[in-house]
Structure formats: structure tokens, C-alpha cells
């Protein structure tokens, strides 16, 4: 089944025309607060169980619990509590799913990780410097959905592996900032 047939790809705003006075207050949703949602950083606030859509009228405003990808990176993310209310730029989009046998973290996996999704954006891509995928590509993917359990089950399961291996990574980072600091002591 193709993506447009389950889930809705609203493009965000092009924030280089932003000529509103609200624009200007706004924060905009980036590349890094994608990946800190995706390894689920915020912890507790990680949204990654949300199983509905949240209210969209505040068309390119994130909310918690939205899923959303990135042209530039092809990464999809769930929103955080933390991350709730910032603007959502040209280079992402949020897909709005309208099937109810979706999960959304399944969608989250499935974009990131299942094979046949990604050879098909591979041959997809375009671009001659940064290659990325378009927002009409991207609603022509093809996707196989197993049973909504079993999708919820791969999604949970996703999710706790990002995040274990993102504090994995957390945790090295500060031993090296450790052992460094005690040679810095050790040869003063």
C-alpha cells in the first residue's frame, strides 16, 4: 500500500518568506531536536507512545505526538513534550496518519530502518549535491503493514533500542570527559 493512502504529508513552512510577525518569535523544530525525539534524550517526555493525532490546526506548529520526517536526512521522529510548539520548517513534513491500523512508531521504523523503504528512496532521490527525497516520492513509498499489535510491539521495541543505544553513547562520552580530566590532574 502506498504512503498517500494512509498518512497525510503536510510540508512545512518556508520560513525564508516568513514576512508574519509571529515567525519571527517562533522557534523552528531542527534537525537535532529530530534526532534527540528519535533516541528519546527527554526521557520521560518522549512522546513515542502516542497512539493518535493531535489537534492540526495550528497547521506547522509541532505538537507532542506528531510524527515527523525530514527531507534532508530521510529520518522520521516523533515530537516531544519538549519540542511541543515549534515551527515546523520546508525541510520537514508531518505525516498525519489517517488509517487507524497505522502505528505510529511502526511508521517511525519502517521509514528509518525496513529495507524495501529504503532501496525504494534510494532510487527515489534527488538531488546533485545533497540528495533528498520529495514530498510526492515520499507519498508514492510503498508500505507493508503487519497487524496493528505486532506493530506496536516493533515500535516499542525501536524506540527502547534508540534510546538505549543513545545513552550508551551519553555514557562514553562522559567517561572519556572523566579519565581525561583525572590524566589532566595526574600530570599537573
Do not use: W
Not at 493518535?52 to 495550528?58: I, V
Not at 529504503?118 to 533528498?132: D, E, F, L
Request: hydrophobic share 35%.
Amino acid at each position: 500500500m502506498k504512503l498517500e493512502d494512509i498518512v497525510a504529508v503536510r510540508i512545512g513552512k518556508n520560513l525564508s518568506r516568513g514576512n508574519e510577525k509571529n515567525d519571527l518569535t517562533l522557534v523552528a523544530y531542527s534537525y537535532k531536536d529530530l534526532m534527540n525525539d528519535l533516541d528519546g534524550l527527554f526521557l520521560d517526555s518522549q512522546a513515542s507512545s502516542y497512539s493518535g493525532n493531535s489537534n492540526h490546526k495550528d497547521g506547522y506548529l509541532s505538537n507532542a505526538g506528531d510524527v515527523v520526517f525530514s527531507f534532508v536526512s530521510s529520518k522520521a521522529g516523533i515530537v516531544s513534550d519538549l519540542n511541543q510548539g515549534k515551527i515546523i520548517n520546508q525541510n520537514f513534513a508531518k505525516l498525519i496518519i489517517d488509517y487507524d491500523q497505522l502505528d505510529s512508531s511502526y511508521l517511525c521504523y519502517a521509514l528509518n530502518e525496513s529495507c524495501s523503504i529504503k532501496k525504494q528512496m534510494v532510487i527515489s532521490m534527488q538531488g546533485s549535491t545533497v540528495p533528498k527525497l520529495t514530498p510526492s516520492t515520499l507519498k508514492e513509498l510503498e508500505i507493508k503493514l503487519p497487524s496493528i499489535e505486532k506493530q506496536r510491539m516493533i515500535g516499542k521495541v525501536y524506540f527502547s533500542l534508540r534510546k538505549r543505544q543513545a545513552l550508551a553513547k551519553k555514557q562514553a562520552e562522559l567517561e572519556e570527559q572523566l579519565y581525561l580530566e583525572v590524566l589532566k590532574q595526574l600530570d599537573q
